[in-house]
């Protein structure tokens, strides 16, 4: 077989489980579309309600697709398809540095070189195997779509935006492996590029004219400078155009152009942007390795805690538009009811809705943190900083400490969000004293995942991160969607985020605080107990 055959077989072979998750992932966010959209907005007088209270909230529209419409199919593809995209969009980004940036990182891109493959065939078969996953991102979403009984075009133009938005971030990402030193610095560059054009399609929906009778907008020109905006309007379902896909084929072409000469412009290990270059010293305040582990972590942290901040503005900001959309909408009623746990108060089901999401963002905060011993110990920086008089036991316990505390900024960061929102939109001190309860209840989940990710680093290495990103992932799920899957009280309690405490209208709930105590407490003794006698492994 040709070095491009086997490099390719290799690169299926290795993202097996990820992308299995990811798909997954992507699939169920596309199942519960309709059924959700039927529940929810079930006659076409509750989905143009709907939309008449959307369309006067840019915050709203923000986070949401383009309104083209009040049926069933387009109702669904204001919702999800932004999210779908998104999904998509991470999983090539991520997929095109780590098989380059990352492997010329580990050392492994420089043995491939040296074989008959050389230096073109890596990267040519990393493109090929992305825009492989693109396609079957897309046919699952299509697929999934038609079976719901969407119409054939919609459903197909709406896998293509999936398909096409996935390999311009797939250009995207290859290009940044090329111009970053290295693997954490070129996902940082992708993400800030996704996340920046994902807010300028947003802005540009939520500055956009609506129609007289506020079932359709048009979005403003700032969305025509982003992926999302060009998939949002083909208008699936609507008018279904593909034309403006064709920008995300150009730019995939010329991004995909652009890395092949970058490419061929520099040697292994160089990159166009230098490393910084340290100091021959530290100063005083980080001579310690608790020092050291924040510095390594503070830019992702300072990321999620200001996405944790956002959410918290959110979820005061939003609270009375819950209120005027539940009094006309039984449905939507019943629907806040199920998600939030609380028949009481919709504003504060909402908040609690928020709040829930807040935990999962304040989680992951803590699983990339903690995950980050298991990079020193593949990359050897752990073999060298352990041969000093450093603990192995103090090693594992300061990525621990930093790790939960990052999920408890980020979780701060929500509640002073949380303060902001309710200022800016006039939001009573109760709803406030809701979010600062609710807030503090998911410390300790985010906490817990710092603990569980720090013991399977321990037990199970080599597997640690696809488990705990799949942990966290299932947890997720379960909570923020169990409820609309018809799934038991007892099972969707079973995530950690569903079992905090929230508030009530008798106080607070303390639900399975005490469980979740205790197992984030065994769990960070077991790890640093193995740790203790177990040896370090590439």
């Known amino acids: 077989m040709r070095p491009f055959g086997l490099l390719l077989r290799q690169r299926l072979r ?28 079930g006659d076409e007088q509750e989905r143009l309600a709907l939309l008449a209270t959307v369309m006067t909230n840019p915050v709203v529209l923000l986070f949401r697709g383009l309104p083209s419409g009040a049926s069933e199919s387009q109702l669904v593809s204001f919702l999800l398809l932004p999210w779908l995209l998104l999904v998509v969009a991470l999983m090539c ?66 896998g293509a935006c999936c398909t096409l938005v996935g390999t311009v971030f797939l250009g995207v990402g290859l290009v940044a492996g090329e111009l970053m030193p290295s693997s954490r610095a070129a996902n940082a560059l992708a993400v800030w590029i996704l996340v920046g054009t994902f807010a300028l399609a947003g802005t540009g929906n939520a500055l956009g004219t609506p129609n007289a009778d506020l079932t359709r907008m048009t979005s403003s020109a700032l969305t025509w400078f982003s992926p999302f905006g ?44 230098p490393p910084r270059v340290g100091r021959a010293e530290a100063r005083p305040g980080f001579a310690t390795h608790l020092a ?28 009375g538009l819950a209120g005027r959309i539940g009094q006309g909408n039984a449905a939507v009623t019943a629907l806040l009811e199920a998600l939030s746990g609380t028949s009481e108060d919709l504003s504060r089901g909402l908040v609690v809705i928020f709040f829930v999401m807040l935990g999962v963002i304040a989680a992951c905060a803590a699983t990339q943190t903690a995950l980050r011993a298991r990079q020193d110990e593949t990359r050897g920086t752990a073999e060298l900083i352990l041969g000093t008089a450093l603990t192995r036991t103090r090693w594992l316990a300061d990525h621990i400490s930093v790790a939960a505390t990052a999920a408890a900024l980020t979780i701060v960061a929500g509640i002073v969000g949380a303060a902001v929102g309710a200022l800016t939109g ?45 942990l966290l992932a299932v947890a997720a799920v379960v909570a923020l969607f169990g409820p609309l899957f018809g799934l038991s009280a007892s099972l969707v309690d079973a995530s950690p985020f569903a079992a905090a ?38």
């Open 230 to 273: 060009w998939a949002e309007n083909t208008r699936p379902f609507d008018a279904d155009d593909p034309l403006p896909l064709a920008a995300a084929a150009l730019t995939t072409f010329l991004l995909l152009g652009g890395c092949a000469l970058l490419h061929a412009r520099r040697d292994l290990g160089s990159s166009f942007v």
């Open 93 to 158: 980004s991520f997929l095109a540095v780590r098989h380059t940036r990352g492997d010329e990182e580990d050392g492994r891109l420089e043995l491939v070189s040296a074989t008959p493959a050389g230096r073109t065939a890596p990267l040519a078969s990393t493109a090929v195997h992305g825009i492989g996953v693109a396609v079957l991102s897309g046919a699952v979403v299509a697929l999934l779509f038609i079976g719901n009984g969407a119409p054939l075009a919609g459903a197909t133009l709406t």
């Open 426 to 470: 006039g939001v009573g001190g109760g709803l406030l004293r809701d979010a600062a309860v609710a807030g503090a209840g998911q410390i300790v989940p985010a906490c817990l995942f710092a603990a569980v990710t720090a013991a399977l680093v321990v037990a199970l290495p080599r597997a640690a991160v696809v488990l705990a990103w799949a």
């Open 14 to 41: 290795r993202d097996a489980v990820s992308l299995t998750v990811w798909i997954l992932g992507l699939a169920a966010l596309a199942a519960a579309g309709y059924p959700g959209v039927r529940g929810s907005y």
């Open 292 to 319: 050291l582990v924040v510095r390594q972590s503070r830019a992702a942290a300072v990321g999620w805690i200001v996405a944790g901040m956002l959410v918290g503005i959110l979820s005061t900001s939003l609270a």
């Open 501 to 538: 405490p929230v508030p009530s209208g008798n106080g607070v709930d303390p639900r399975g605080v005490a469980v979740l105590v205790v197992v984030a407490a065994s769990a960070a003794l077991i790890a640093l107990a193995g740790m203790r006698r177990r040896e370090l492994r590439s």
